[in-house]
């Protein structure tokens, strides 16, 4: 579907083919937005995007990754409209998971990238606050992992003051406290911090 030199750049040990690969996969989906006016002749392509999203999610290299989180903003917003919104949730809900690790980077910009997909996401009518809301409120597994806490936090916190927590019952303050509450013993104080300011947000 991509071609041979596409999807060699996209497993290259160099970074930049990489990115390149995603670029042109960015490209290819511009161009196909011209002419595939049907939405039912767009899902194959969404769909093989969507796996190939989710293995650059697990870039470690910054500058795939942020290549990888316009490319699935453009795949949403853009090229994919029109599509069933039960297909576009389908498409992306197994790289959610990826996404979500990644506000656990002790790179700021990667985090910020990361917050704001989110939030895009959650203001499109083909994802919606509900389906995010459904991965953003899981519960940290270990509050070992102080970065993860923190990022998770500030996540919840940008979320609250992006759209309040009355718009969806998948997002309120019972979704949302368990995932704060532990925060609040753990020793860091970066972290407690945080916590506390999401507490403040909710009530």
């Given at each position: ?19 390149e690969a995603l670029q042109s996969i ?28 989710r293995a650059a999610m697990n870039d ?59 939030l895009s996401l959650a203001r499109l ?79």
């Amino acid at each position: 579907m991509f071609g041979d030199a596409i999807i060699k750049k996209l497993s290259s040990e160099k970074w930049n083919d990489r990115e390149e690969a995603l670029q042109s996969i960015d490209g290819r989906l511009r161009q196909e937005a011209k002419v595939a006016a049907e939405m039912s002749d767009r899902l194959p392509l969404f769909n093989a995007c969507c796996c190939i999203v989710r293995a650059a999610m697990n870039d470690k290299v910054a500058p795939v990754y942020f290549e990888a989180c316009k490319l699935l903003e453009y795949m949403i917003s853009e090229y994919g409209k029109d599509l069933p919104a039960d297909e576009v949730r389908a498409g992306i809900a197994p790289l959610m998971t990826s996404m979500l690790g990644r506000t656990g980077e002790s790179n700021q910009r990667v985090l910020e990238s990361t917050c704001t997909l989110f939030l895009s996401l959650a203001r499109l009518q083909n994802v919606g606050l509900e389906f995010v809301a459904g991965y953003i409120t899981k519960p940290v597994k270990t509050m070992r992992k102080l970065r993860l806490v923190w990022g998770r936090l500030d996540l919840l916190r940008r979320a609250i003051v992006a759209f309040g927590l009355k718009r969806s019952a998948a997002f309120s303050a019972e979704t949302v406290m368990p995932v704060v509450v532990p925060a609040l013993e753990v020793a860091d104080e970066k972290v407690r911090k945080m916590a506390v300011r999401v507490v403040t947000d909710v009530y």
